[in-house]
DNA sequence: TCAGGAAAATATGTATACGAATATGGGAGA
DNA sequence: TCTCCCATATTCGTATACATATTTTCCTGA
């Protein structure tokens, strides 16, 4: 089934800390584990059936990541990112995905374009019907489109900071509103495919934008924890 | 003597583990350890007088950084970036680094700038007396920059970039040739100063794009491994 | 009733031990 | 002498055990 052997050996093969890591990391980006989720070693490595040592492999890994906190003696909770987090993320997001436009511009296969265009339908299909696999599939457009630059560098901070967008907008977004997003990606797919570098890299900027706007549209509205406490002090004469 | 208390217990509090990290990181970045060098987890340990727990941990974080290579029951050895991976590495620097002008342009506070031209002044000091701390200083501008940003994610993909430049340029760069990035770190500052955006933005790109050719420079005498191996072999007519 | 504190319980940090995979070296056979 | 293969040794992967730090609980005293 798979390149390197039979399908039932494999998952034990390629190292339990990876597949803790995966497990987590998924469970955290479904928010199955909400943000701020306590991630004690012991009953993890119980729950998934390894030793703690597995289980403190993957959380240093996720902590590399950003994805959760790790404090000394205290141990590891699903972060929970600040707005000001949001906007630094979404910043770099903004200056990354435009040098992954500049290197695809002019250099996608017609078999790449595509597979993009099967990954935007996939996302039009669950658009109405999943919003849990909406979200996803959004993420991973990005994450696709990195790949297909080659750049390893490029393609993991982009995963890396796709991953932490999630969060920051199951923290701060809106509900969801995919739809926009599905005819963002297939105008930015067309700019591609034609090689239209400054409409490609316009696009992309402002879909970028969009996505801020939407992920970090509680700023307005609701505050940080210390702000909203700070107000309840003010109304009380504190 | 710090923040958090009395300076002889604090190097055992803050964590063994981060200790070798960054004993091991030095030793790359210094070039005490070759690209290539094997790294067994018992010898380090045992050098060190740690357990394998904790260099196994610092590896880890090392392979997360790409300063080491990690393959499975095969150890650690540290890394040895292709000519392609030193292409990708600063392209994505090209990118991140002129977010970090853009965040600091009318930002920077006189305090800052001072900062910065006393780094600079140190730079221009160790030029021709310490080719070693000349390397790491020219690099440690770039982290600064980024740091002042205060975007937590840009600096610490500044500084992982920074980083992997050091190794890159240890295998395919001249020898060394500083005497350009001060003059050239001088005039950003300038330009930062003065709140020019453009001009600041042309010269870090400038810049980078400089030590880019520098850093690649064996790229166009020196081939791959597997390309020069194929060039003897037409040689002997194989 | 509530505040303070000590002891128990829990969780993390680190070391060690054992099993498994890989690298090494030597001997048998051609 | 060279090659192939098996035994040995080294190194990694994982589990477990012990040490240390923190949290919780419950008791004492005001």
């Keep these: 089934m798979t390149a390197d052997g039979h399908d039932k050996t494999r998952k034990s ?34 729950r ?17 990541e950003g994805l959760i906190e790790l ?17 630094n993320i979404f910043a770099v997001r903004r200056s990354l995905e435009a040098l992954v436009v500049d290197s695809l511009i002019g250099k996608l296969s017609p078999q790449q374009i595509r597979q993009l265009e099967a990954h935007v339908e996939a996302e039009d299909m669950a658009r109405a019907n999943d919003t849990a696999t909406s979200i996803q599939l959004a993420g991973e457009f990005h994450v696709l489109l990195a790949k297909l ?27 969801h509103s995919p739809d926009c997003a599905v005819s963002e990606h297939r105008e930015l797919i067309t ?22 706007t939407r992920a970090l549209l509680k700023s307005q509205t609701e505050k940080d924890f210390p702000d909203l406490l700070a107000a309840y002090a003010r109304e009380e004469g504190l």
């Design 48 to 64: 998934l059936g390894v030793s703690r040592t597995i289980v403190r492999q993957a959380l240093a890994r996720l902590n590399g």
């Design 71 to 87: 404090r000394p003696h205290k141990g590891a909770c699903v972060a929970q990112p600040s707005l000001e987090d949001g906007r």
């Design 191 to 212: 700019a591609l495919a034609r090689g239209d570098r400054d409409k490609a890299g316009a696009l992309m900027h402002h879909h970028i934008d969009a996505i801020t």
């Design 149 to 175: 630059t080659e750049n390893d560098i490029l393609s993991r901070y982009v995963t890396e900071l796709v991953s932490r967008s999630s969060l920051i907008l199951s923290l701060y977004g809106r509900p």
């Design 13 to 46: 093969t390629v190292s339990k800390s990876d597949a803790v890591y995966r497990a987590l990391k998924r469970a955290i980006l479904d928010q199955a584990l909400a943000a701020g989720t306590k991630l004690p070693e012991d009953s993890i490595g119980e």
